[in-house]
């Protein structure tokens, strides 16, 4: 890892001026790094905040434990636990039994090396980690007192279960070491109010000081957004893994029954395919799941996309008449605010946080989780009206502008960890 001064980027000097004498100086841990080497809700928050604190004048520095070789940029920290053969050895055994024991956290030990090092070399002064699989907690009273925030991207209990995991020894050790991180933690925030009353109510905590603060996502320019007279006619486009928790199989029955009444519909399934069991035994991926349960006029209406870079996942969703969040579960859900940017007429299931970013009627239509008909019924009625789908469209992308642009969400969060830093030096003081 390099150690230096940041240089932070500021095209607003008179900005930093203010903030300057507040300077912070927080880690963002995201599960691997640089953008664009995995599609990930954390990867994709963080970098899209961590430019926006760096223009404010403060270090914002990624903490990462998966680094792209030949990544020397001195606001990314890379986590190891050591080349040495005992680190190796930590390592090895982690990756071998991780998948299936995700308690055996081998990571630990790069963590805390990492924070170890900031601290002397950067003065950190607050890290912020995800839930996922309680890191914080392991690392809550051994960073020399630096607070850790936990975010809650997407606690198991939530995303486990939508996606049908077993609930099993590995599931219940992972739900309760999340618990305990989210629970030790020096404050908690969450994208969405409906995820953090889950957590309280799961749990049985309070939570009293934790604060609901957006994801952050560049807005589009008017001449880049989608236009009515630029889509082909009747597609319909889906982002997302072919798998039970994005419910890529809800919209292939909702593709069936939309065909019935638009036959010249087609499907554009963009994404990689997980597949999903049907039944105890059975694992199907998407074109078999098709060929069982959908006609062969409907198969042969499915265009299979695979997995596709950002870009042409934009041009994707501009081509097509409508795009569709058909998943059973969404805490901030970026494949639904990456189309509402656009511009994009939207389709969302009503669940979890997806109702406090899409206003039913305004910005998008909202259907009902696991329900095929449903969501059919609510993208042919956009189909059908082209004036409310092109209504629909741009308020979302207004909507995006205002309240989840950038500098918009890293004002809040910049005051939130003013607030947690500043309680955690009086305690110490």
């Known amino acids: 890892m390099s150690i230096g001064q ?36 954390v990867v994709s928050y963080v970098s899209r905040l961590q430019p926006e604190l760096i223009r404010h004048g403060h270090e914002a ?104 995991v077993a609930e099993d020894r590995a599931y219940r050790q992972r739900v309760e070491l999340e618990g305990q991180a989210i629970r030790n933690a020096a404050a908690v925030s969450a994208p969405s109010l409906a995820v953090l009353n889950a957590v309280r109510d799961f749990y049985g905590l309070a939570l009293c000081d934790a604060e609901v603060i957006p994801n952050p996502i560049e807005p589009v320019p008017q001449a880049h957004r989608w236009q009515p007279n630029r889509h082909v006619n009747s597609t319909v486009v889906f982002v997302g893994r072919f798998d039970r928790h ?55 209406a499915i265009q299979w996309m695979g997995r596709q870079c950002f870009d ?10 409508v795009t569709v969040v058909a998943s059973r579960f969404e805490n901030f859900p970026y494949t639904l605010v990456e189309a509402m940017r656009l511009g994009c007429p939207v389709v969302a299931t009503r669940t979890g946080g997806i109702p406090e970013v899409v206003e039913h009627g305004r910005s998008g239509l909202l259907a009902t989780p696991n329900d095929a008909d449903d969501l059919a019924d609510k993208v042919l009625e956009l189909l059908a009206n082209r004036q409310l789908a092109a209504s629909l469209g741009k308020n979302a992308a207004d909507d995006v502008d205002s309240r989840f642009h950038p500098r918009v969400v890293a004002e809040q969060m910049m005051a939130f960890y003013r607030r947690v830093i500043d309680r955690s030096e009086g305690c110490q003081g």
Request: hydrophobic share 40%; aromatic share 6%.
């Open 61 to 164: 520095i990624v903490l990462t434990l998966d680094c792209a070789d030949g990544c020397e940029d001195v606001c990314v920290a890379r986590c190891s636990a050591g080349t040495n053969i005992a680190g190796r050895l930590v390592n090895g055994v982690g990756r071998m039994f991780g998948r299936d024991y995700p308690f055996i956290r081998y990571d630990l030990i790069g963590l805390r090396r990492a924070i170890a090092r900031l601290r002397k070399n950067r003065g950190i002064q607050l890290i912020e980690m995800e839930e996922s699989f309680g890191r914080a907690g392991d690392l809550v009273g051994k960073t020399n007192s630096v607070p850790i925030v936990v975010r809650l991207h997407g606690p198991w209990f939530l995303n486990g279960r939508a996606n049908g």
């Open 6 to 41: 940041i240089t932070a980027p500021n095209s607003e000097p008179e900005a930093a001026a203010r903030t300057v004498s507040r300077q912070m100086c927080v880690a963002l841990f995201s599960p691997c790094w640089p953008p664009g080497t995995i599609s990930n809700g």
């Open 246 to 300: 994005k419910g890529g199989d809800v919209m292939l029955r909702a593709f069936e029954r939309i065909l019935s009444r638009c036959p010249q519909a087609q499907l554009i399934f963009v994404g990689p395919d997980e597949g999903l069991f049907v039944d105890s035994n059975a694992k199907l991926n998407g074109r078999e799941f098709a060929q069982r349960h959908l006609s062969a006029n409907a198969g042969r």
């Open 312 to 321: 042409a996942v934009d041009e994707h969703r501009l081509r097509g008449a």
